[in-house]
Every structure is written in structure tokens, then in C-alpha cells.
């Protein structure tokens, strides 16, 4: 609900730390705020540990596998990938393929994840308490495994390139229109099935945190659903500091006045060196 900038400036630190994001997330304004509104709030485990927020009173995460299930994890791919087997690994012969593809599949735990909060989203619904629910879907993201039609492929041309992505230029294409078209049909599906159960209208916030190329890094989806007697106040020029503002403003009748909207980049190299980005593709609103 603000720029990281006047967060830092407000907290008194100085120096970047290596849990400082995890700790920002976790102990945000938005969660803080809607506790104190009297909400239970729910998280999801995410895979990556800056957003997973284990403080939420109700902390949904999948049952663990108890025994070997046919895939390996990653750190094991990482071993065979740096040993003998490498050469093995990197030959792209179908009938290795297809042996190394069943059994040093990494990312079955990714897998079950997805579909996990998807079926839990649908189900929170129905709780008859006030809630505000975090979720941080890591699909359409890499790794590319999902098909349009929810299968996955084992086949690690889509995720053992750089950063986990797929080998070439045609199968990151193919790789994340699949991917992209699965989510798309969960994601309606979701949604529509989150507003058949739930007895108060839901507010929805759905919001991609980063675009698929480093060329279009900044631009996003940012879509609301919120009551039709405040759907005039949203407008196409929202940046996301300001999706929880309006509500906060608009909904519960508290002091949040909006920012300006603004974007700024850093490197990873460099996380404290934000440079302005100007916009560099058309809005549109609905």
C-alpha cells in the first residue's frame, strides 16, 4: 500500500538485508490492516519464501509426499546435471529422454501446488467469516510443465534452460501459450466458481507481479472486482500501490489517500537503486 522508498524511510533501514523483502510481505499494511478490521486471514505456501506468509491465522499447504513417487527434487537434478550423468542428462536421444524424463522429473511438488490452491480458493469461499485471502499463483511463470488442457510435460527441453526455462525460442513459445492457456481456463473457472458460493458479493484483486520477457517487465494484469457503487473510482492509469487504497477508502471509510502513480526497476544486483520506468504500452479498462 506503498512505495518501498517511503517504507524504508518509515522503518529506519538503512541497508538492504537478505530477509528484508520476506519480512515487508509478511508484515504488510494490507494484512495488518484487515486484521484489525476483524478479518481472518488466510496464505497459501507459494514455493518461494518472500511470499509465504506463515503469520496468517489459517497457513494452507499442501500434505508432503511420504514416499517416492517417481520424480526426484530439484537439488538431486542439480547433482546429476554437475556429474557423470550430465552426459546423459544433456543427450536428447528419445528413448533416454523419455527414462531420465519419468524419473528425474523435478517438479511434481510444483504441480500438486498449483492445482492445490486452486481447489482451496474455491472452497474458502464458503467460510462464513470475513476473510482476506493471499495467493501468489507461480503459473503462467517458469517452469513452462503445464498444457492448455492441465496435463504436464516431462520433457525438460521446457525448464532446463537458464533461470529454468526452456532451451530455445520456439518451445518458450509454446511453453508459455500452453501454460498461459491453462491458467486462463483455471483462473475463470475459479472465479466463477468463488462467486456461486460466496453469500457477500467478494472483493477480487487479480494481478500479475511481473511481465514474461525483461523487455516488458513492468507492464501487467491488474483486474478488480469490486461493488458497482465504487467501480466509477477505478481508472485506467491505477499502478498497484494505489488497488488497496481505493478499497480501504471506499469500502471501510479509512484515511488512505492515493499516491501518485509511478513504476520503477532495480536490479537484483542493486536492489536499492530504483530508476522511474515511463509506461510503455496503452492501458485499458472495463
Known sequence: ADYIQTILINTGVKEYRNDLQAELIKNSVVFQQFKALGYKTIAFETGYDFTQIKNADLYLEPAKPSAFFGSIDPYEVLLLKSSIFKIIYDTHIPVVNQIFDQVTFPYTNHVQLQRFMFENLIKISGDPEPTFTFVHLTVPHTPFVFRADGSYTKDRRYFSGAFVTPISNELFADGYLNQLQYVNTQILDTVQRILENSKTPPIIILQGDH???????????????????????????????????????????????????????????????WTLEPEKMDRCIK
Request: aromatic share 18%.
Open 211 to 273: 511481465g514474461a520477457i525483461m523487455e516488458h517487465r513492468l507492464p501487467i494484469l491488474n483486474a478488480y472486482l469490486v461493488p458497482n457503487s465504487i467501480k466509477d473510482r477505478y481508472y485506467s492509469s491505477i499502478s498497484p500501490v494505489n488497488s488497496f487504497r481505493l478499497i480501504f477508502q471506499n469500502v471501510f471509510g479509512l484515511n488512505y489517500p492515493l499516491l501518485e502513480d509511478k513504476s520503477y526497476y532495480s536490479k537484483y544486483e542493486t536492489l536499492f537503486e
